[in-house]
């Protein structure tokens, strides 16, 4: 398929309108129209309810990501109209959300909910993020663009499945992509055993949330005393959460309910894995803000 007739299909086209002259916030913004044309397209094509569920579960949480991105500069910068920003990008996180909970519930997704997708995230780069591009701009003499420029790389470089092996500054042993990938690879094994597959997984074993590296990494550290950061117990109770949820779903398939413990999987384990991801970014977020002041 050609450069054009893929454009043809996309509902967002990228140009020099939507470029605010901030490389790896560029980037951000590229993945994020991306993303929406992806969504738009597995709509357009009638794809699977899985393909599309994934779809909307990663549009959230790099959305996520990347306002936390994005509010971290603007709070060193002071940028004085970060408030109205939050709020801005709280309630296009909470549309997404609502989407994807009405779209596991059965609803399907409309071409309306895309078409304002793509017009506030339009609208958005245009008008509020420029505004605060041009502020970051005047003070970059100031040289704290460049203390964030590994940490937008680093998530640039996720996003596009890159190896990115960073420590978090403050915080020994936190490789923030390591810690994401052993997580993935732990909820790998437990969709396996769901599966049949030979791997050996209880319900106790499920339920310790010290067992795996990251659980155990976030106890050492906690002793340490980085639990007084929020970000910390933030993702210290979604992942006692999640394995929470994953003892339940191997509870359920002991107990013979395979179709429960699917559900379960796909909806509740599939979100708080997301949230994690997500609180590692915030955490390694916090850290550095903390270590360029």
Request: negative net charge.
């Amino acid at each position: 398929m050609t450069a054009e007739s893929t454009n043809e299909r996309n509902l967002v086209v990228w140009g020099d309108d939507l470029s605010l002259g901030l490389g790896e916030v560029d980037e951000q913004h590229r993945f994020l129209v991306d993303r929406i044309n992806m969504l738009w397209q597995a709509l357009l094509g009638h794809r699977e309810q899985e393909a599309v569920q994934g779809l909307i579960e990663d549009l959230h949480t790099y959305t996520r990501t990347h306002f936390s991105a994005e509010e971290v500069l603007m709070r060193s910068f002071d940028y004085p109209k970060l408030e109205q920003h939050q709020r801005s990008h709280r309630s296009f996180e909470a549309k997404i959300r609502q989407a994807a909970e009405d779209y596991d519930a059965g609803k399907p997704i409309s071409i309306d909910l895309l078409r304002f997708l793509n017009e506030w995230l339009q609208q958005h780069i245009k008008v509020t993020d420029r505004d605060y591009a041009r502020y970051v701009d005047r003070h970059k003499h100031h040289g704290m663009l460049r203390n964030f420029g590994g940490f937008f790389r680093l998530l640039n470089q996720m996003a596009s499945g890159e190896e990115a092996e960073t420590e978090a500054p403050g915080a020994h042993g936190l490789e923030m992509q390591r810690a994401i990938s052993l997580h993935q690879e732990w909820v790998a094994r437990l969709e396996a055993h769901l599966a049949g597959e030979p791997v050996e997984m209880s319900a106790m074993e499920a339920a310790q949330d010290d067992y795996c590296l990251l659980g155990n990494w976030l106890l050492i550290q906690g002793a340490e005393g980085l639990d007084e950061l929020p970000e910390f117990k933030t993702l210290m109770q979604d992942h006692a959460d999640f394995h929470i949820c994953a003892a339940n779903i191997v509870t359920h398939r002991e107990q013979g309910d395979a179709e429960e413990a699917r559900r379960l999987l796909k909806r509740d384990l599939r979100h708080l894995s997301n949230a994690i991801r997500f609180d590692i970014i915030q955490l390694y977020a916090a850290l550095q803000q903390r270590f360029s002041e």
